[in-house]
């Protein structure tokens, strides 16, 4: 599966983005799918991840609450509504695929898109 990570932009704090995540192939829905972030100068961090049928979630503790992932099988898209965004979410956001599970084993990444949350 092909992946292609869009709708990052400069927010400002308290402020709220919603990222979508377009994926080629028709197997989109046979995948677990989940977004990962990389601060400047940090690893990269795994912040949430879904299930294929969408029916299972998972979200770093720093982001429950606030973010909330969710996927439409019928688009073959992936989403990513974060609000009450901080300085700290700032990052390169990416989405990846997964066939083993929603919070482990992906393998196919997409290019990431920037989120800028300014103070």
């Known amino acids: 599966v092909q992946l292609q990570a869009f709708g990052g932009g400069l927010v400002q704090a308290g402020g709220f983005l919603r990222l979508s995540c377009a994926a080629s192939g028709r197997t989109f829905s046979s995948y677990h799918m989940g977004w990962f972030r990389q601060a400047p100068g940090k690893e990269r961090e795994f912040v949430t991840g879904?299930?294929?049928?969408?029916?299972?979630?998972y979200y770093v503790d720093s982001v429950k609450g606030r973010f909330a992932i969710s996927r439409d099988n019928a688009k073959n898209t992936l989403y990513l509504q974060m609000n009450s965004l901080k300085p700290e979410d700032t990052a390169v956001y990416y989405c990846a695929a997964s066939r083993e599970s929603y919070t482990s084993g992906f393998s196919s990444w997409g290019q990431g898109t920037l989120v800028t949350v300014s103070s």
């Open positions: 879904i299930s294929w049928s969408g029916g299972r979630t």
